[in-house]
C-alpha cells in the first residue's frame, strides 16, 4: 500500500498517509462519521523529501496498515515550524478540500501571473493568519516580508492567497461592496484606503483571522501562493466558469 507525504496548512503540519488525496481531503475535513466539518488545505509532497527536521522515516515505518487490512489514516510527523522547513522544490499537487470533504487539486503555474493594476487582499494562511490590504501585487508583497522585509517583522517562508476586492480594488472609497462576504466593509476600505497612500505599502486589516474564507473569493488570475526564502510559486484558481463545467460537485460543495 502506497504511503504519502502530506503537508497540511490548516492546521500546519506534516502528516504520512495510506490515504489518496481525496480520500485524506475527505477524512482530515470531516473526520470519522462525518461530525467535525472545516476546510482543508494541503500539498502532496515528493515522496522522496526529507529534512533534517523531521523524522519522516521514523513516520513511515509506524505507517502500517491496521490488523483487519484498513489503511492507516494518519501519522503526524510534526505540527511545529513546518513550513520553513519545506522547499518549493519538494511540492507537489495542491488540494483544496471543502468542508463537506470535496477536493479540488491544483498545479503549480510555470511562472508567476503578470501583476494586476488596483489594490489587493491577502489572507496569510500559514505560518500567520491575518488579512492584509495592500498595494503590492503577489511578489512584490511576498518579498517584502520574507526576501527584503521593509520591518523588523519577517518570516522564513509565507503560504497566503490573493482574495478578490471586486470594485474596491479601484475605488475603496466611493465603490460599493455590500455583494463582498467580507466582515466588516467599513473597515477593510480603511485599510485599504491608507493601503494605497503613497508613503505605505500593506495595512494589517485582521490581526488574528478565521482560518476557514469562501473559496469563490480567490481571486481568478491569481490564486494561492507559497514561498520559502527567495523562492514563490502560484497555485492558480480557476475560473468559476470552469469550475461550474468541469468540478460542479466541488463547485456546489464549496458554496453550501
Known sequence: ??????????????????????????????????????????????????????????????????????????????????????????LGTLYVTTAYGATLALAAADALPAPASGLHLYKEIAPVDSLVASSQDPQRFYESIVVNPSKFVRFPGLFFVELDLGPLAADPM??????????NIHHLREGLIEAARPDKTSKMVERVQSPEFAYRMVKTGSGF??????????????????????HPLWWRSANK
Open 174 to 183: 466611493a465603490a460599493a461592496g455590500r455583494d463582498l462576504p467580507y466582515d
Open 1 to 90: 500500500m502506497d504511503t504519502h507525504l502530506y503537508f497540511s496548512l490548516i492546521p500546519e503540519s506534516l502528516i504520512a498517509s495510506h490515504l489518496t488525496p481525496d480520500q485524506f481531503g475527505q477524512y482530515y475535513a470531516t473526520g470519522h462519521g462525518f461530525k467535525s466539518k472545516g476546510q482543508v488545505l494541503f500539498f502532496e509532497l515528493d515522496p522522496s523529501f526529507r529534512h533534517p527536521f523531521f523524522a519522516i522515516d521514523e513516520a513511515l515505518a509506524k505507517c502500517e496498515v491496521h490488523p483487519d487490512g484498513r489503511p492507516k489514516n494518519s501519522v503526524y510527523v510534526a505540527t511545529y515550524r513546518v513550513l520553513e522547513h519545506i522547499p518549493v522544490s519538494a
Open 225 to 246: 501562493y507559497y514561498g520559502n526564502g527567495p523562492d514563490l510559486v502560484c497555485y492558480p484558481m480557476p475560473s468559476h466558469d470552469d469550475l461550474r463545467e468541469h
